[in-house]
């Protein structure tokens, strides 16, 4: 070959699927495996979970993030530096309430359903892209702050856009969120 | 970007889970969640072969296929290549990889010789797969002797 291979820019895009189509297999067997969407949706959730609880560290020592002293400054972070980092992609972020424990991550394009036209027939509830939840409530999880993660809109539901939405709970350590690992 | 260490942490969750879920107390247990990685591995591999560059598809011979995936496919998907390929010119072939970056993560020699397998039928499906997809209708096995190398036995199947 005249170009050593891993030069070759088609390369980057099939390492880049292999976690999407990778993930798509995922999904099609644990339809297989589990008849009701809420199963699925509850198992894709905690495999993303123990996802997130390792991931964090691979992305702690990736980064170099700074101290954060809000929850708005760690969904920044969460969007703009871990999205990015792993998926390519840059979400917008809203606060959705005054006390400002309460956000929302908007994908416009979601890599996860590159390859998926429509959910599968029958499969109207399924949360095809929950792993992305468990992995953020894991990885919150290890930096002890504790959060509800879950899809507020779906682009294989019909919505416009895939909206991500995390709320953060009573700190499971009142000092920690001053300090990160 | 960081895509490898995010396939790597799902494939491992799925060994995880997989093996959990599917697992009877008996061997044949263990059958059913190694073929079970092994069948999405293989629809991942053919998914992956339809995306390769359209050149490539132009073999002269069963032996550039086999090359290809050493070097070529392999660095795409693990970032290195196959460290070695054999054959005895008569439809076997094997491939070592002397630290295959799905065992990397476990501890170096005898350990978790037991646990290897689980780690490899994945990718053994991926290799069939892609070798499906270039017209090539295969069977692929593993062995592990001591990690992180290992081997994977590719036996082509005329049809």
């Known amino acids: ?181 | 970007m960081a895509d490898a260490a995010l396939f790597e942490f799902l494939h491992t969750e799925m060994v995880a889970e997989l093996w959990a879920h599917h697992s009877d107390p008996g061997p044949g247990g263990q059958k059913m969640s190694l073929s079970v990685l092994e069948g999405m591995g293989f629809r991942v591999g053919q998914a992956l072969g339809e995306r390769l560059p359209q050149e490539t598809l132009a073999f002269r011979e069963e032996l550039d296929v086999l090359k290809f995936l050493c070097k070529d496919l392999w660095v795409a998907v693990f970032q290195k290549q196959m460290d070695s390929l054999r054959t005895n010119h008569q439809g076997t072939y094997v491939l070592q990889d002397n630290s295959f970056p799905l065992l990397i993560r476990m501890a170096a020699g005898l350990q978790y010789l037991e646990e290897a397998p689980k780690f490899l039928a994945f990718t053994c499906g991926l290799l069939r797969g892609a070798l499906s997809t270039l017209g090539i209708k295969s069977l692929v096995t593993a062995s592990v002797a001591s990690l992180p190398t290992c081997k994977f036995q590719v036996v082509i199947q005329k049809t």
């Open chain 1, 1 to 181: 070959m005249s170009r050593p291979a891993h030069r070759r820019p088609e390369y980057h895009k099939i390492n880049k699927d292999l976690f999407v189509l990778t993930y798509g297999a995922l999904v099609a067997q644990l339809c297989k495996d589990y008849e009701k969407d809420e199963d699925v949706n509850k198992y894709l959730d905690k495999m993303g979970y123990g996802i997130g609880t390792r991931l964090v560290e691979d992305f702690l020592a990736r980064s170099c993030v700074r101290r954060c002293h809000s929850y708005s400054e760690i969904i920044d972070i969460i969007a703009q530096v871990a999205f990015k980092m792993y998926l390519g992609i840059t979400p917008s972020v809203t606060c959705n309430n005054s006390s400002r424990t309460e956000f929302s991550l908007i994908l416009d394009k979601n890599p996860l359903v590159e390859f998926v036209e429509e959910l599968p027939a029958g499969r109207s509830s399924l949360c095809y892209c929950n792993l992305l939840c468990g992995i953020i409530r894991g990885a919150l999880e290890m930096v002890h702050l504790a959060a509800d993660v879950t899809f507020l809109q779906d682009t294989l539901k019909g919505d416009r856009v895939t909206e991500i939405g995390i709320t953060f709970l009573k700190k499971l350590d009142e000092k920690k969120y001053r300090r990160k690992k």
